[in-house]
């Protein structure tokens, strides 16, 4: 990819980034998430289909797994600890953007584990 499609990718998945956190800070439990599932849904979309075009396999495959749960509780299903789930993904999402080859990508083995029903 050209360095001006990296540096437009990076700059619109940092504010995807920055929109997820605004709306996870309004949050304050589960239900909360579920009343916002759409909004958040949204921006971690267009994350997993970006980030992977710019090398950040990892961010992508973490917003996919967040993206595939999101689409449950749109159905109407409760994912018992998805906020703290989503805060946690977002703060590695953040921290990826920046520095990919240093950040430990532990999160992506947990959500895949614990929410493994909702996965397959």
Known sequence: MSDEFIKVATQEIKDEIASIKKILEICKDDSDVSENSKSIEKHLHKIKGLAPMMGKNVMGEV????????????????????????????????????????IPAEIKQKIATKYSKYLD
């Open 63 to 102: 917003a996919a797994l967040n993206d595939k749960l999101l689409n449950h509780i749109i159905e109407g299903q409760h994912i018992s600890g998805i906020y703290d789930t989503l805060c946690e993904s977002n703060v590695f999402m953040e921290k990826s953007i920046h520095d990919s080859d240093n």
